[in-house]
Each structure stands twice: as C-alpha cells, then as structure tokens.
C-alpha cells in the first residue's frame, strides 16, 4: 500500500506560480507512473502530467508549456511546478502512483485557487 500526501496548494492571483509536492510512503523508484490529476466542481476528474519511471513526461494540453513535472529522488516525491496559473486550473490537484501488477493509489488531494 502506497501512502501519497499533497502539499502546497493555496490560493493565488492568476499569472502566478505554486508548486505542489507529492510524498510517497516508499521509494519512488519502486513506482512505475506518478502523475498529478485534478478535478474542478462539477467536471470529471482529469490528468494534468505524468511522468513514467524512466522519465518520459506527458501533459495535457491545456497545461503545455507551464506546467513541470518532476521525480524529487532526494524528497522521495513527485512535484508539480504550476506557472502563468489562470482561474480555469482552479480544482482540487491529486497525486497518483501506479505499480504495474500491484495497484493504483491516489493521494487525498490539495486545492488550487486562481483567483483575484
């Protein structure tokens, strides 16, 4: 069982920065994706950045070019570098891990507010 904790969400005046952090209960050199989702009110929940174990790093396109996912071997976490943040990233953001043939587990998530 993978523990994950969010930190680092917050509210902040849009074109502004927050960078979230995700800390595993284990080595994250034993997971095989890490990710950040998010969900706004009254919209699905959906994936934002994911970064596999040898890397390779996908985003959504709605994120491209200001947001930055990153493997924090050191901090033995997963963090996301949100910049030029609009109202429309406001959601609650969670983390995910996936160990192939093991299991799914999700973080209990940190809200994000875009706001003037």
């Known amino acids: 069982q993978v523990q994950l904790v969010e930190s680092g969400g917050g509210l902040v005046q849009p074109g502004g920065s927050l960078r979230l952090s995700c800390a595993a209960s284990e080595n994250i050199f034993s997971i095989d994706v890490l990710a950040w989702y998010r969900q706004a009110p009254g919209k699905q929940r959906e994936a934002v950045a994911t970064?596999?174990?040898?890397?390779?790093?996908l985003y959504a396109d709605s994120v491209k070019g200001r947001f930055t996912i990153s493997r924090e071997n050191a901090k033995n976490s997963v963090d996301l570098q949100m910049s030029s943040l609009k109202p429309e990233d406001t959601a609650v953001y969670y983390c995910f891990a996936r160990k192939i043939l093991i299991g799914d587990y999700w973080g209990q998530g940190t809200q994000v507010t875009v706001s003037s």
């Open positions: 970064i596999g174990i040898g890397g390779n790093r």
